[in-house]
């Protein structure tokens, strides 16, 4: 863990990155302790400017509402779909994979061409009829982008699989008797984890920007408060009043920024023979 640590030190956007995410994880934790009420209450009168008003540094939304309570439930609910749509699209993704690349042969055929099947419909278009289809809500979100993501995953797992089925260490486990899925969970996965732990931390950004895409178009939770649906709602008065959709748009720039410079540092530190030789 200190050579993993010192080679991700090493990479300063990745620690600049860690920074950001750790101030935006802060935001969602701390949002129902700084903000109790319910940030679709109205608070003050509309389109109140930034430092316009004491106690609202952030100004007032369309309706009164406080856009600063917004901007820090929005970072739960973005943080809280990222996490949970990448965790479901690695359970798919990750035992697809890992059978077709293990196994091959025709099972491999099989798992490829139900792969493919997913990969040649756009995922955002998928999403959205998957939407259509089912209610609107934080858990079909969640599964929406969770179905459109595992694809990626499968064939990543795929590949390293296959790298690894031949290797000595898995040939000494066939002969000492384990059976397919000890070897596969034990011997391995563990090996083909740090592509994974990388493609985790970028699909986490890609599924905080595909919720703020879906929740702009209207297809998100009304219930809750996202940062997608602060764009989309002040979408109409981006002329007369920018900083409505500036502001949650920024929090989207940084936090999809920050997770991309997390995953270059990840990638330098789980692949420290990848940075010797471009050093």
Do not use: C
Request: zero cysteines.
């Amino acid at each position: 863990m200190k050579d993993f640590w010192k080679r991700f030190q090493y990479n300063r956007g990745a620690v600049i990155g860690l920074f950001i995410l750790a101030l935006v994880v802060l935001a969602a934790i701390l949002a129902p302790v700084v903000f109790p009420q319910s940030p679709w209450k109205m608070v003050q009168r509309p389109f109140l400017a930034p430092f316009e008003y004491t106690g609202l540094p952030l100004g007032t939304d369309a309706l009164g509402r406080d856009v600063l309570s917004g901007l820090f439930h929005g970072a739960y609910v973005s943080l809280l779909v990222g996490l949970v749509s990448t965790i479901v699209a690695l359970a798919i993704g990750v035992p697809v994979g890992a059978m077709a690349g293990y196994f091959a042969g025709r099972t491999d055929d099989a798992l490829m061409r139900f792969t493919e099947f997913f990969q040649t419909i756009p995922s955002f278009a998928l999403a959205i009829v998957l939407l259509a289809i089912f209610q609107p809500s934080l858990t079909f979100v969640i599964i929406a982008i969770a179905v459109v993501s595992w694809p990626p995953v499968a064939r990543l797992v795929r590949g390293e699989v296959l790298s690894l089925r031949t290797r000595e260490f898995v040939e000494a486990a066939t002969l000492s008797g384990l059976g397919n899925t000890q070897i596969i969970l034990r011997h391995v996965l563990p090996n083909a984890l740090p592509p994974i732990i990388v493609l985790a931390s970028l699909m986490v950004a890609q599924a905080i920007l595909l919720e703020s895409s879906l929740s702009f178009l209207g297809l998100g939770d009304p219930n809750v408060m996202s940062w997608g649906y602060m764009i989309g709602a002040a979408r109409t008065v981006i002329r007369t009043a920018w900083w409505l959709s500036f502001l949650p748009g920024m929090a989207i720039l940084l936090t999809v920024l920050a997770l991309n410079l997390i995953g270059e540092g990840l990638n330098d530190a789980l692949n420290p023979r990848l940075t010797r030789k471009s050093e």
